[in-house]
């Protein structure tokens, strides 16, 4: 079975660009995290849906943040205008019912 | 504020050994935790999970304990071989049922040396 599927792998841009990650859970899963690691902080949680409506964005880290899942099965977040403290490694993971999470390879940003 | 710590950055650990890692936490009481593992480029993967009225859980090599009065968990691989080596996270989800996002520790490098 496919796994977490997370595009693009690398993104490389210019501060100032739109940036938009995607995501496609595993079939049939009905939660969805994004999480962001960088060395100094770790692995944080962003944002999460349920059933694909938005339950806790408490860590999105502000406006220029955006995520969004207009159907079960795919889901993208957004950083506009893009800034060079947004390079981190982004990861999509889903989870069905309360069952341990399945984790994306992730995206590498680095914003120039 | 709610704070998890992992006991070290790095453990080197030689091949046959048992390796034990910490997972402490503050400010927190979690329904259950998680242990996941990491290799380089890749995202974690899930090992283990203990519920808060668990004392202790094994699969195969791998051993984790829970104590909520000390608010520590204990991780351990016994027999480690080089192919363990990679970062252990642990996690927590502070209101259970496992739809929230989890908090995670940084992390522990584990080396097994040949």
């Known amino acids: 079975d496919a796994g977490v599927i997370q595009s693009p792998r690398h993104e490389v841009t210019e501060m100032g660009q739109e940036v938009t990650l995607r995501c496609k859970p595993i079939?049939?899963?009905?939660?969805l995290f994004w999480y962001r690691q960088t060395m100094m902080r770790g692995l944080e949680l962003l944002i999460y849906f349920n059933n694909n409506v938005p339950i806790d964005d408490s860590g999105m880290p502000e406006d220029r943040f955006s995520a969004k899942m207009p159907n079960a099965s795919f889901s993208t977040l957004k950083i506009q205008p893009s800034e060079p403290r947004d390079s981190a490694v982004y990861f999509c993971a889903s989870s069905f019912r309360g069952e341990p999470q399945h984790f994306g390879d992730g995206t590498r940003l680095s914003i120039l | 504020s709610q704070k998890i710590e992992q006991n070290s950055e790095a453990l080197n650990i030689q091949e046959g050994k048992t390796a034990t890692l910490t997972c402490n936490y503050t400010n927190y009481s979690p329904a259950y935790l998680q242990w996941y593992r990491q290799d380089p480029g890749r995202g974690p993967v899930f090992l283990l999970l203990?519920?808060?009225?668990?004392k202790e859980k094994r699969k195969e090599r791998l051993k984790v304990t829970f104590d909520t009065t000390l608010k520590q968990s204990l991780f351990h691989i016994t027999a480690s071989q080089p192919a363990d080596s990679a970062t252990y996270l642990c996690a927590l989800d502070a209101r259970g049922g496992g739809a929230d996002g989890l908090t995670f520790g940084k992390g522990t490098h584990l080396i097994i040396q040949p």
């Open positions: 079939s049939g899963h009905n939660s």
């Open positions: 203990i519920r808060e009225n668990e």
